[in-house]
């Protein structure tokens, strides 16, 4: 504890429930373990019972395997500490609404803030909820002091702010209402700021996949070109190729795809339903790959026929060179994965937008109708008969089950099973959550509608800014697909002028089919990083693995 001593701090902001000294053991002991294997691995390389010839890989087994693992044991709690507030930086505004919403109702902050550990739509917040009552609990302090300590326990500068100016505006005897509603407007202005900062980061990134997916990948064509001209040297041979195409840059992308997660906003609940439709996809894109592309590769490969055939027809039709079909044949497979997912997203996508701006405009219906006199629920019932685009369906069973006298929490669990958009979730949840506890005054009422409206334009703020960079990926694979198809080109014919032999039908091969790959993952990447989803990015990838073979076609025939 001496040596380690933030392991117990972030221990309590990882809400991890294990006493700093029984957890430091437990790490001394595994690291005892990995040294124990460590100098088992030596002595039987010592005595040659293990015939390893590889000075390098010896040391790094020998050494690294116990630093690494009391570094893992003292970082992990940190890097739950890490992730919690991430989570918890997305959640901390939406919980500040609800605070305003609630206090305007009539509820206490405090009371407010233990009724959010009824919901699961702000996970991280609910954790920190359950924490807070615990310290209340196990130390007796009162509950003001009890969102103080928990404050400066978690280094979240939002957080930290709400829960320290709650607890000096109570002590101060402050008007606590408009000290919650000017911090909700100040989180909902930084959050503004930091989708503006997010839009930056994001062209970044996407310049950067860019450079490497693309100016990378026509560097490593080009040394593969040359290294071809000088047979002798081989300064790229083709395993170093195919492990380029095929291995590195896929996981490159892999790697670009988890830091666009990490830096983007990303809400608690996603809509995970739209991958579903890759399970029927995926078996049969893989299957199509197998009598598609394999056998132009492999000989006695088993095949059907006539579907390996299909990029020969399509090959002919289009009077490309031969060595294109296993191009085609991948274009075709990926195509046949990527068709359903666009679809499906297509579908979710439409519908969840319709209904937040169905949602956003009855909120503000909603208040107007109030202010005439209307009880909420009967405010609601009189609001069914509107049209609100994509919610109205869902505003008109909602009206009906209040008419059957369903209660209002039934009635948001029945919302919840059919609509997964967060943003929809948490209006609801603070609708019927003010109409519970407060009665839904107009100024409750009035504070949420204002909320949902500036939620709303915080999402299509951040759409505008990122749509823009969708230029960059078309622009990089036509320039590679071009440019490759035109140096093959140019290379065949200057060898064949010179008189020297080459195998033109599998440098095509080598040099075509790669380049449909590259443009499936960057549309991939690219719709992940510009829109947030990856299934965004089947879209684009199906769009650029088009224009690839349009690039292929018009090099080939017009360049």
């Given at each position: ?18 006493h700093p000294e029984v957890y430091l053991s437990i790490v001394g002991f595994l690291t ?377 929490r039934k009635i948001f669990r029945d919302f919840r099973n059919r609509v997964k958009n ?138």
């Open positions: 504890m001496r040596i380690f001593k933030s392991v117990e701090r972030d221990m309590e902001a990882a809400n991890i429930r294990l005892f373990l990995t040294s124990l294997f460590s100098f088992s691995f030596f002595l039987l390389w010592f005595l040659e019972i293990l015939p390893l010839k590889i000075p390098i890989l010896v040391f790094l087994v020998l050494v690294l395997p116990p630093p690494i693992t009391l570094t893992l044991g003292v970082l992990i709690p940190r890097l739950i500490a890490s992730n919690k507030i991430s989570g918890l930086k997305n959640e901390i505004p939406y919980a500040s609404m609800y605070l305003s919403v609630m206090t305007s109702g009539g509820l206490s902050p405090y009371a407010s803030l233990l009724r959010l550990r009824n919901t699961d739509l702000l996970p991280r917040l609910k954790e920190e909820i359950n924490r807070i009552i615990r310290v209340t609990l196990s130390t007796g302090i009162d509950p003001v002091s009890a969102l103080a300590k928990a404050a400066k326990d978690l280094k979240l500068k939002e957080y930290s702010q709400l829960l320290l100016g709650y607890a000096s505006t109570t002590k101060t005897g402050g008007d606590v209402l408009h000290y919650l509603y000017s911090q909700t407007e100040s989180m909902f202005r930084r959050m503004a700021l930091r989708i503006k900062v997010m839009g930056d980061r994001m062209s970044l990134l996407m310049e950067g996949y860019t450079i490497i997916a693309i100016l990378g990948a026509l560097g490593i064509y080009v040394m593969f070109i040359i290294s071809l001209s000088f047979p002798k040297f081989q300064a790229l041979p083709p395993e170093i190729f195919f492990f380029f195409s095929f291995i590195l840059l896929p996981s490159i992308s892999v790697l670009f795809l988890y830091l666009t997660e990490t830096m983007q906003i990303n809400y608690p609940i996603s809509q995970w339903e739209t991958y579903l439709a890759l399970l029927g996809s995926i078996p049969l894109g893989v299957f199509m790959m197998l009598q598609m592309v394999i056998p132009y590769f492999v000989d006695v490969f088993p095949h059907i026929p006539v579907l390996s055939r299909i990029p020969m027809f399509l090959r002919e039709m289009l009077a490309l060179r031969e060595g294109c079909e296993p191009a085609l044949g991948l274009a075709i497979s990926l195509i046949v994965v990527s068709l359903p997912v666009i679809v499906s997203d297509r579908v979710f996508s439409e519908e969840e937008k319709g209904i937040l701006d169905g949602m956003t405009r009855f909120l503000r219906d909603l208040v107007e109708n109030r202010k005439t006199g209307l009880s909420p629920e009967k405010s609601i019932q009189l609001l069914a008969e509107r049209d609100y685009g994509k919610f109205s369906k869902y505003l008109r069973l909602m009206s009906a089950e209040i008419s059957w006298g369903i209660p209002l967060w943003i929809c979730l948490i209006n609801l949840y603070l609708l019927i959550d003010t109409i519970e506890a407060g009665g839904g005054t107009e100024r409750s009422l009035e504070t949420l509608a204002e909320f949902a409206e500036e939620t709303k334009n915080l999402e299509y703020e951040r759409r505008a800014r990122l749509i823009p960079l969708f230029i960059v990926p078309y622009m990089g694979a036509v320039i590679l697909t071009l440019t490759t198809t035109m140096l093959l080109q140019l290379f065949t014919s200057m060898s064949s002028a010179s008189g020297v032999q080459i195998a033109v039908k599998n440098l095509t091969e080598t040099l075509i089919t790669p380049l449909i790959l590259h443009s499936f993952t960057l549309g991939i990447v690219s719709g992940k990083i510009v829109s947030g989803r990856i299934s965004a990015g089947f879209k684009h990838a199906f769009l650029l693995i088009m224009l690839s073979i349009v690039g292929i076609y018009v090099a080939t025939h017009i360049l």
